[in-house]
């Protein structure tokens, strides 16, 4: 019998380029957005959302508003705000806890997640891969909640 001897240079491109249509989605990144390679596809428009999650004891409501564009997130504005003090969560919200060290630092981890979430939401372009920071899941919450409000009407 004869043993045929394939140089393994040439297997492996061979192998790759038959087996790539099988791999699950990928995230393929170009000089100013990320392409999403995924099932679930954005039709283009504005679209807002609002939701207090499950913390409906509590007078705070996120709002969002996603901008899609070629199927992808071009602008992503999030705010949470009291509607009970009728003013909204920001870097100054921690005046209301003076004295309360632990609740300060608390409005400072939320004041950071709703400032960073948007950015994130833009990088990854897949609302499921936002991660929660450190310190700030009240923030997150509020604002996957509001993402998926937003994006209810927008799935093609």
């Known amino acids: 019998m ?7 240079a040439l297997v492996f491109p061979v192998m790759l380029f038959a087996v790539s249509p099988l ?5 393929i990144k170009n000089a100013d957005n ?14 807002e959302g609002k939701s207090q999650a499950s913390y409906t004891g509590e ?15 071009t602008e992503v504005y999030f705010t949470v705000r009291d509607s ?8 100054n919200y921690e005046k209301h806890f003076q004295g309360n060290p632990v609740y300060i630092q608390q409005c400072r981890n939320d004041w950071n997640g709703i400032q960073t979430y948007p950015k994130k939401l833009s990088e990854t372009q ?8 450190s310190g700030a899941t009240w923030s997150f919450n509020i604002f996957r909640a509001s993402a ?9």
């Not at 007078?59 to 997130?73: A, E, M």
């Not at 009970?84 to 870097?91: K, M, P, S, V």
């Open 2 to 8: 004869k043993i045929l001897k394939t140089p393994l």
């Open 23 to 27: 791999c699950k989605s990928q995230d």
């Open 34 to 47: 990320t392409l999403r390679d995924t099932s679930i596809i954005y039709k283009d428009g504005t679209w």
């Open 59 to 73: 007078p705070y409501w996120g709002s969002i508003r996603l901008t899609v564009k070629n199927g992808l997130f």
């Open 84 to 91: 009970n003090l009728h003013e909204q969560f920001d870097g």
């Open 126 to 133: 897949n609302p499921g891969k936002v991660d929660a920071l």
């Open 148 to 156: 998926k409000e937003a994006l209810k009407n927008a799935e093609k």
